[in-house]
C-alpha cells in the first residue's frame, strides 16, 4: 500500500470492502462482504425521511508488537444498542457488532496504518431503517453498516497546539429530554450551522451551552468538555443532553489511575477561567484537543497561556501509548483482531 501514513488527513478513503447485515423484520441475516460502495436504498426508506439512523466512531491500531487491536468496541456497540432504542430501531446484537468490525478490519488490513505513523483505522458501523414508509412510524426493516477508513488527525495539528473554542447561544444542539445523549445522525446535522458560524467567526471548534439557560456547559461540536481544576481535579459536564463519550470515560480511569479527583457536575461557563488550569475537547476522533481559550458572549476565558497543559498531555501519552500498545493494556480495553 503506497500512501503516505504520516501525512494522512481525516477524511473518507475508499477501502477495499466493507461489512453488511440486514434485519428483516425478525432477525439479523448472516454478516456479508461487498465491495461497491454505492449501494441501492428504497426512495422511500424511513432513514431518507424520518431520520432513523445512528452510527459510531471507533478507531484500530497496528501496535508495537504487530499485533491488530480495535480500541474498546464493546463500549461503542452497547451505545449503538441505546441510540437505536432511543429512536426506536432495532439494533444488531452486542455479538453481531464485534464479528462485524473484526470482519472489516481483517478484510482490510492493508489500511491498517504502520506502528509509528500517528495514523489509524477509522470503524465507522452504521444503522438505517429500510422499510419504504410516508407515514411516520418506525421501520420494520434495518441494514448495518461495517465501513473503515485509514485517517490522520483531526485537527490540522493535531495534540501539539491548543485552539480557540466559540461558544453558541443561539442554536442548541440538542434539548435536555431530546436526542442528545443518542449517537443519531439527527444531532450533527443540526450542528451544522453552529460549526459553520463558528468558523465563519475564525474558531475552529464550537462550544454548547445548556439549551434551558445558555449559563452552562454542555459540550464541543464534535466532542465531550473535559478540564483540569486549579486545584488539580478532572471535571466534566453533568447533563442530559450531551452524548457519553467512550474516550471521555477512559479519560476518567486514567486520570483516577494517576491520583486525580474525578468530578462530573454542570460547569457555568462565566466560572471557566476561575476554575480550570487546562481545557480539553475530547473524542475517539481527536482522541483529545487542547483549548487555549473560549471566547462567550463577548468575554474571553483562557487557560494555560494559551499552551497545551501538562496534565492533559500526560493523559494524551498515556492513552495513546496504550492503543499503540507502548504501554500495558491493564484495563483490557484492546480488542485484538485475529489472523491480521
Given at each position: 500500500?503506497?500512501?503516505?501514513?504520516?501525512?494522512?488527513?481525516?477524511q473518507?478513503?475508499?477501502?477495499?470492502?466493507?461489512?453488511?447485515?440486514?434485519?428483516?423484520g425478525?432477525?439479523?441475516?448472516e454478516?456479508?462482504?461487498?465491495?461497491?460502495?454505492?449501494m441501492?436504498?428504497?426512495?422511500?426508506?424511513?432513514?431518507?425521511?424520518?431520520?432513523?439512523?445512528?452510527?459510531?466512531?471507533?478507531?484500530?491500531?497496528?501496535?508495537?508488537?504487530?499485533?491488530?487491536a480495535?480500541f474498546?468496541p464493546?463500549?461503542?456497540?452497547?451505545?449503538m444498542?441505546?441510540?437505536a432504542?432511543?429512536?426506536?430501531?432495532?439494533?444488531?446484537?452486542?455479538?453481531?457488532?464485534?464479528?462485524?468490525?473484526?470482519?472489516?478490519?481483517?478484510n482490510?488490513?492493508n489500511?491498517?496504518?504502520?506502528?509509528g505513523?500517528?495514523?489509524?483505522?477509522?470503524?465507522?458501523p452504521?444503522?438505517?431503517?429500510?422499510?419504504?414508509?410516508?407515514?411516520v412510524?418506525?421501520?420494520?426493516t434495518y441494514?448495518f453498516?461495517?465501513?473503515?477508513?485509514?485517517?490522520?488527525p483531526?485537527?490540522?495539528?493535531?495534540?501539539s497546539?491548543?485552539?480557540?473554542?466559540f461558544?453558541?447561544?443561539?442554536?442548541?444542539?440538542?434539548?435536555?429530554?431530546?436526542t442528545?445523549?443518542?449517537?443519531?445522525?439527527g444531532?450533527?446535522a443540526a450542528?451544522?450551522?453552529?460549526?459553520?458560524?463558528?468558523?465563519?467567526?475564525?474558531?475552529?471548534?464550537?462550544?454548547?451551552?445548556?439549551?434551558?439557560?445558555?449559563?452552562?456547559?454542555?459540550?464541543?461540536?464534535?466532542?465531550?468538555f473535559?478540564?483540569i481544576?486549579?486545584?488539580?481535579?478532572?471535571?466534566?459536564?453533568?447533563?442530559?443532553?450531551?452524548?457519553?463519550?467512550?474516550?471521555?470515560?477512559?479519560?476518567?480511569?486514567?486520570?483516577?489511575?494517576?491520583?486525580?479527583?474525578?468530578?462530573?457536575?454542570?460547569?457555568a461557563?462565566?466560572?471557566?477561567?476561575?476554575q480550570?488550569?487546562?481545557?480539553?475537547?475530547?473524542?475517539?476522533?481527536?482522541?483529545?484537543?487542547?483549548?487555549?481559550?473560549v471566547?462567550?458572549?463577548g468575554k474571553?476565558y483562557?487557560?494555560?497561556?494559551?499552551?497545551?497543559?501538562?496534565?492533559?498531555?500526560?493523559?494524551?501519552?498515556?492513552?495513546?501509548?496504550?492503543q499503540?500498545?507502548?504501554?500495558?493494556?491493564r484495563?483490557?480495553?484492546l480488542?485484538?483482531?485475529e489472523?491480521v
Open positions: 500500500m503506497s500512501l503516505d501514513w504520516s501525512n494522512l488527513s481525516f473518507y478513503m475508499q477501502t477495499d470492502c466493507f461489512v453488511v447485515a440486514d434485519y428483516d425478525e432477525k439479523w441475516g454478516l456479508r462482504l461487498e465491495t461497491n460502495p454505492v441501492d436504498i428504497h426512495i422511500a426508506a424511513s432513514a431518507l425521511h424520518y431520520g432513523q439512523e445512528c452510527f459510531e466512531g471507533i478507531k484500530c491500531f497496528r501496535t508495537k508488537s504487530g499485533e491488530v480495535i474498546r464493546d463500549e461503542n456497540a452497547r451505545r444498542i441505546y441510540s432504542d432511543r429512536i426506536c430501531m432495532v439494533a444488531p446484537p452486542e455479538e453481531l457488532f464485534l464479528a462485524a468490525c473484526d470482519m472489516a478490519v481483517k482490510n488490513a489500511f491498517v496504518p504502520p506502528y505513523t500517528g495514523a489509524s483505522l477509522y470503524i465507522r452504521l444503522l438505517i431503517g429500510t422499510e419504504p414508509t410516508v407515514g412510524k418506525a421501520s420494520k441494514r453498516i461495517v465501513l473503515v477508513t485509514p485517517v490522520g483531526y485537527y490540522k495539528n493535531g495534540f497546539k491548543t485552539v480557540e473554542a461558544a453558541i447561544n443561539q442554536f442548541d444542539r440538542a434539548a435536555p429530554l431530546g442528545g445523549t443518542a449517537k443519531v445522525g444531532n450533527y450542528a451544522l450551522i453552529a460549526g459553520k458560524v463558528a468558523k465563519e467567526a475564525g474558531f475552529a471548534i464550537e462550544m454548547y451551552t445548556d439549551a434551558k439557560e445558555h449559563k452552562y456547559v454542555d459540550e464541543f461540536g464534535t466532542s465531550n473535559i478540564g481544576t486549579k486545584d488539580g481535579k478532572y471535571k466534566t459536564p453533568s447533563s442530559s443532553a450531551i452524548l457519553g463519550s467512550i474516550t471521555n470515560k477512559s479519560l476518567q480511569q486514567l486520570a483516577a489511575d494517576m491520583g486525580l479527583e474525578v468530578v462530573v457536575e454542570p460547569i461557563v462565566d466560572s471557566l477561567e476561575e480550570f488550569a487546562e481545557v480539553g475537547a475530547c473524542g475517539t476522533a481527536a482522541v483529545i484537543t487542547p483549548i487555549g481559550a471566547h462567550a458572549d474571553v483562557r487557560f494555560n497561556n494559551g499552551e497545551v497543559g501538562e496534565t492533559l498531555t500526560k493523559l494524551y501519552n498515556e492513552l495513546q501509548g496504550i499503540y500498545g507502548d504501554i500495558e493494556d484495563h483490557g480495553w480488542r485484538i483482531v489472523g
